[in-house]
């Protein structure tokens, strides 16, 4: 987890600063479902998504393989916090 700086900030529908969950996976199409706001941005080898203070998982589809739930609490991250970058590394199989 790290600040996000004012250029990157999102809000949700109340007006209440997002959270931030970077995505790296080299694979195109990929849709993410949970407390997401907006759809997510593509840059490079990483998606973009915002998603609301508090939330506890992400849902990852990625076309061709099965979905993967990433739950938080797994890696420690009881809840995402809001103006707060989040990493998340997946390799689709097969890839290096």
């Known amino acids: 987890m790290e600040p996000m700086t004012v250029p990157m900030q999102s809000t949700d529908a109340n007006g ?3 959270a931030l969950v970077k995505v790296s ?3 195109p199409g990929v849709q993410f ?3 997401t706001v907006g759809d997510a941005l593509f840059k ?3 998606y973009w998504v915002y998603m ?3 939330t506890k ?3 990852v589809k990625a076309p061709g393989y099965h979905s993967l739930m ?3 609490r797994d890696h420690g991250i009881n809840a995402l916090e809001s103006k707060s970058i989040y990493y998340v590394v997946l390799d689709a199989p097969g890839q290096a």
């Open 44 to 46: 490079t080898n990483e």
């Open 52 to 54: 609301t203070h508090g």
């Open 70 to 72: 990433v739950d938080f």
């Open 25 to 27: 996976l080299p694979q």
């Open 16 to 18: 209440d600063l997002c």
């Open 57 to 59: 998982m992400l849902n």
């Open 33 to 35: 479902e949970g407390n």
